[in-house]
């Protein structure tokens, strides 16, 4: 079989729009009270590096956890869709994607793949890989944020899967959630499926150890958000000089992370003109990871036109897949 046509990657983020966004919502964050940094700004190279040893951690069930129920529950999915797009919002490295190209259990169909994600180099080396792996896959990536660029996604060609997997909707505050789930149904025609992956309330014992690992790499993944900051407007954080905090809130249903410094800092943002000061033990909140239940999830879904229409999880009930469609 031939080899397929090269990845398009169609781009709606460039550097330069990245540095503006960024400036942005690191000056708002940081003169907000209390402070805050979007956690979207984790995942430079060292980040993702460290992301990656995340997921193989034991404390971190939730990528194992999703990867056994798509191997278990995806084939049947692709088999009733049949997409002839599959969309995958967040998509990464593409090791999911490479799950579900595989559970179409052999049909050698189109398939146009449509990577939706930040980062245009990850994006190609995962297209060019995808594509040599599998020559019958077309792809048509967009370089663009989640909450901002979903409207360029190109028409569908047929019947369309869209992923969002990982929990990283959990990552979303409800007003945003509802947001972005409003614009995941306008790409959504009769006869096409959302698949979303959900991390699921549990017994703290569980969640915290989760984002707070014995090894401390979840500490040092927190604190590579700094070095992001650092490098983008030429900041002076001292990353060794905050320490990682992360705890469940039973109240809001949310693991949150945040950086605490043990003595007051100050901190010079140059390529803004900002100066910053964090006094000892104030924190600065980098992350909200939200868990669900199957009556919260059905209630977002229903209140952005979404019809819940299958749930499944694992024995433990740690982690959930919800497939929806247009209600």
């Not at 663009?144 to 660029?149: A, I, N, S, T």
């Amino acid at each position: 079989m031939c080899a397929s046509a090269s990845p398009s990657i169609d781009v709606r983020l460039d550097p330069h729009g990245r540095r503006a966004a960024i400036a942005a919502d690191v000056a708002r964050g940081l003169t907000s009270t209390p402070k805050s940094l979007p956690p979207k700004y984790f995942y430079d190279a060292a980040g993702s590096k460290l992301f990656e040893a995340i997921t193989q951690l034991p404390e971190y069930y939730l990528t194992r956890t999703e990867w056994a129920l798509l191997e278990a529950h995806a084939p049947a999915l692709m088999q009733r869709v049949r997409p002839h797009d599959l969309v995958e919002i967040g998509a990464g490295g593409g090791a999911k994607t490479r799950l579900l190209v595989d559970a179409r259990n052999g049909y050698r169909g189109p398939l146009r793949y449509v990577p939706v994600d930040v980062d245009r180099r990850t994006m190609t080396r995962a297209a060019r890989a995808l594509t040599a792996a599998y020559p019958f896959v077309e792809v048509q990536g967009l370089v663009g944020d989640f909450e901002r660029h979903l409207a360029h996604v190109p028409a569908a060609t047929g019947r369309r899967l869209v992923a969002f997997l990982g929990s990283t909707i959990g990552n979303l505050d409800p007003p945003a959630r509802r947001d972005f789930l409003r614009e995941v149904r306008r790409l959504l025609a009769p006869g096409d499926r959302f698949l979303l992956g959900v991390d699921l309330v549990k017994d703290p014992r569980i969640l915290e150890p989760a984002y707070d690992d014995a090894a401390g790499v979840t500490r040092e993944f927190n604190r590579n958000i700094l070095r992001v900051v650092n490098r983008a407007l030429h900041g002076d954080f001292v990353p060794e000089a905050f320490r990682h905090l992360a705890f469940y809130n039973a109240d809001a249903e949310r693991i949150e992370m945040h950086l605490v410094p043990d003595a007051r800092q100050t901190v010079r943002l140059r390529a803004i003109d900002l100066a910053v000061t964090v006094a000892a033990g104030e924190r600065i909140w980098t992350e909200s990871s939200y868990k669900f239940t199957r009556p919260g999830v059905q209630a977002m879904l229903e209140e952005a036109g979404l019809g819940l229409e299958q749930w499944h999880t694992d024995g433990e009930n740690l982690f959930a897949l919800a497939v929806a469609a247009s209600a």
